[in-house]
């Protein structure tokens, strides 16, 4: 049996809601092995002046635990 262990991430991007997501799973795999999946569980936006200045996103990233 498998077991798998979930942590909450919040990450941003000045390109994209994907690109934030990316950037959630690059810092993550620094420190976090065997990450099998990401879930995009919430988006938002920064605006200022009317216009998008930053994309956000709270990932789930779930990783297999060795035992």
Request: aromatic share 6%.
């Amino acid at each position: 049996m498998a077991i798998v262990k979930v942590i909450e991430i919040l990450s941003d991007s000045k390109t994209s809601w994907e690109d934030a997501a990316k950037n959630a799973v690059t810092e993550a795999s620094k420190t976090v092995k065997n990450i099998k999946s990401v879930y995009v569980q919430d988006q938002s936006c920064v605006v200022s002046d009317g216009m998008v200045t930053a994309f956000r996103v709270n990932v789930k990233i779930s990783f297999a635990v060795n035992s």
